[in-house]
């Protein structure tokens, strides 16, 4: 096995914008196609759900596959996320969101695989998240990570529904 090839953030910002996702994972270029319609279909219900009480409490904004930057080798787009109205008031307005969501959605596709979405989880809440919630589609669940260790696993009812 070959040895992988390390971008730098400053490197990964040159790549062209191609209509692919692209995230920065430890220094490592991923690149996955674009979010098909169910998967799609998902991000806007759980934006559609979590919006109303996030504006109605005034407590941040809800967002579907924002930039963030972790850390100096990590730049990862959740396919939703929810972010505090102190985090929205401290970024840099023209640039990417430094730090964690306060809370990141993956959705779990062909694409991710389970080491990824674990090592996806530990770099959120390294880097500031709340929880972390994780949607398995063809289960119909929502696995929802707290950064206390407090797990739950919850049926995503008419969420994952066609």
């Known amino acids: 096995m070959g040895a992988r090839s390390l971008v730098t953030f400053e490197?990964?910002?040159?790549f062209p914008d191609d209509g692919m996702k692209h995230e920065l994972f430890q220094g490592e270029h991923i690149v996955v196609p674009p979010p098909k319609s169910r998967h799609t279909?998902?991000?806007?219900?759980?934006?559609?759900?979590?919006?109303?009480?996030?504006r109605?409490?005034?407590?941040?904004e809800v967002h579907i596959e924002a930039g963030f930057r972790l850390t100096s080798d990590t730049w990862l787009q959740p396919d939703v996320s929810?972010?505090?109205?102190?985090?929205i008031q401290s970024?840099?307005?023209?640039?990417?969101y430094q730090g964690a969501p306060a809370i990141a959605i993956?959705?779990?596709?062909?694409?991710?695989?389970?080491a990824q979405l674990d090592l996806k989880t530990e770099l959120y809440f390294a880097n500031g998240s709340s929880e972390v919630?994780?949607?398995?589609?063809?289960?119909?669940k929502v696995l929802v990570h707290r950064?206390?260790?407090d797990n739950q696993s919850v049926t995503a009812g008419e969420l994952c529904s066609d």
């Open 147 to 149: 950064a206390d260790g």
């Open 56 to 60: 109605e409490h005034r407590l941040g």
């Open 11 to 14: 490197q990964f910002e040159q």
């Open 91 to 96: 970024s840099d307005p023209g640039g990417y």
């Open 82 to 87: 929810f972010l505090r109205s102190s985090q």
């Open 106 to 114: 993956e959705i779990a596709s062909d694409s991710n695989t389970a």
């Open 133 to 140: 919630w994780v949607v398995y589609p063809k289960t119909r």
């Open 41 to 54: 279909r998902i991000q806007q219900k759980i934006q559609d759900v979590l919006r109303p009480f996030v």
